[in-house]
């Protein structure tokens, strides 16, 4: 009786040790995720374009896409339950407009601390709340009065007013 009990003693000690050491180790498959404020607040420390230079847009424009966004892309997630434990709107919207912009998948994955399985999961529900977004839809002026106020606008801030008879532009070219 004495040896059985050393026995569990020694179990139960094992099971103190092992679960020590199990809960001390890192997943290697764990990443750090960036915390978003700082690093906003690293990118203003570069100065005035620091945010723009990180994120591809200017803060103000930044925040207010991300409130368009927010709710399809938490309506999107298969994440729903938990989408500010895991990726913030915000760190989506910069995983995918450094994406679209060129960047490396895997470069920009690494310095956000995602998976890459959530990197294209985010991406891509970004870029369908992006379509899906109304207050962001296209609209092309319909009566006359919206059409030459549009080709005015075109004009006014052209330099030297050359661009006369333009009423919107789509990725650079003047429709």
Known sequence: KVLQKKEEQQEQLLLLVATYVALQRKDPHYREKLVWNDY??????????GFYNGCRMHEPAFTKLCQLIEP????????VPHHRGLISVELALHCTIRWLSGGSWFDIRDVTGISKASFYHYCHRCIQAINQCDALSLKFPDTKEEIERAAAGFKKISSHGVMEGGVG????LLV
């Open 40 to 49: 906003v607040a690293k990118l203003n420390k570069d100065g005035p374009f």
């Open 72 to 79: 399809e892309v938490i309506k999107l997630s298969k994440f």
């Open 169 to 172: 532009a789509i990725d650079g």
